[in-house]
């Protein structure tokens, strides 16, 4: 449950830096709930996903994102073609005040590229994504298993699908 109070909104944007890492204002933008799904070993590619909100006031776009674990990391699309599911990049995606924007399964994603480690399940990651306006925000989240619909505890990332290893199956433009 999350109460929408001025006071909370403005201790939030005096001290950004005091926030939970998990989720985190600046400038107008949260994002919140950063979280990867687990790789198997070896594996090169993984995913990752966020929920980024504007307040009332703000508009701003996602350009850019980044992660210590690995090399590169891109904002991908996906999109249903006939029965195919077609990923591909995106330079950034705009965002609306008032917005909630989720990347999440099956959906707008993280596609990170030359892994540098095993993302294991319950281990820390780091991601950085960088807006326009706002700049770069740093979180931290958590690995989940390989078939997570959504970070741990939290059903608003949930979606309907059974394709915990879409990203083994499906090729990159
Ligand atoms: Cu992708």
């Known amino acids: 449950m999350r109460l929408k109070i001025p006071a909370l909104a403005v201790l939030a944007a005096l001290a950004p830096a005091l926030a939970d890492a998990h989720e985190v ?50 904002i991908h699309a996906m999109t249903m073609e006939g029965d195919v599911m077609k990923m591909r ?11 909630s924007v989720v990347l999440k399964p099956m959906a707008n994603h993280v596609m990170l590229f030359d892994l540098k480690q095993q993302l294991k399940e319950g281990d820390p990651v780091k991601l950085t994504l960088t807006f326009a306006k706002a700049g770069p925000i740093e979180v931290e989240g958590t690995v989940e298993p390989p078939g997570a619909k959504g970070p741990h505890g939290h059903e608003a990332q949930s979606v309907d699908d059974s394709m915990g290893e879409m990203h083994h199956h499906m090729s990159h433009d």
Not at 52 to 69: E, H
Not at 89 to 99: A, S, T, Y
Request: no cysteine.
């Open 25 to 74: 204002t600046v400038k107008g933008v949260t994002v919140a709930y950063p979280w990867a799904r687990a790789t198997p070993e070896g594996a090169k590619v993984g995913a990752a996903f966020a929920e980024i909100k504007t307040d009332k006031d703000t508009s701003d776009r996602l350009v850019g994102i980044s992660s210590p674990v690995a090399g590169r990391a891109e």
């Open 89 to 99: 990049r995106l330079d950034g995606i705009d965002l609306k005040p008032g917005e």
